[in-house]
């Protein structure tokens, strides 16, 4: 019997390169535009429900994790990014006064086309405009 490893397999040789060369704040940013860094409709933990909620727009975005899903019908590749913001009041640096606001999934089809999106977002942040 042969034994089968998908380690050597190209698609993974592939997706390494992809993810390798992938640029999280460039992506992450084109996304925020098309919606003006507003998020509409948000329900946290705590089923609260938020009208608007505005990211600031000096945020960075980590890719912390990715995955391919395979279905009968589809493939999709799965982003997941920390988003990260820095405030700057004068007397501290962008780096000592960054703060984690959330998380952000992207979901992409296998031509790469968006298809959905996820968040969990630190509601407490003062960095967050919200209205209720």
């Not at 993974?12 to 640029?23: A, F, P, V």
């Not at 996304?31 to 609260?48: A, N, P, R, T, V």
């Not at 994790?65 to 820095?86: D, M, P």
């Not at 703060?99 to 977002?121: A, M, R, T």
Request: net charge negative; glycine share 4%; aromatic share 10%.
């Amino acid at each position: 019997m042969k034994k089968l490893e998908l380690k050597n397999h190209q698609v993974w040789r592939d997706l390494t390169e992809i993810l390798e060369t992938l640029d999280a704040n460039t992506l992450v940013k084109q996304h925020l535009e098309l919606s003006d860094y507003k998020i509409c409709g948000y329900w946290d933990e705590q089923d609260k429900y938020y009208e608007t909620i505005t990211l600031p727009r000096l945020l960075k975005a980590e890719l912390v994790s990715s995955s391919i899903g395979v279905t009968h019908k589809e493939r999709f590749l799965q982003l997941n990014f920390f988003l990260i913001a820095s405030a700057v009041d004068g007397t501290q640096t962008a780096s000592n006064n960054a703060q984690k606001l959330g998380e952000l999934v992207l979901i992409y089809n296998e031509n790469l086309d968006f298809i959905d999106e996820s968040w969990l977002l630190d509601i407490d942040s003062p960095m967050l405009e919200i209205q209720l």
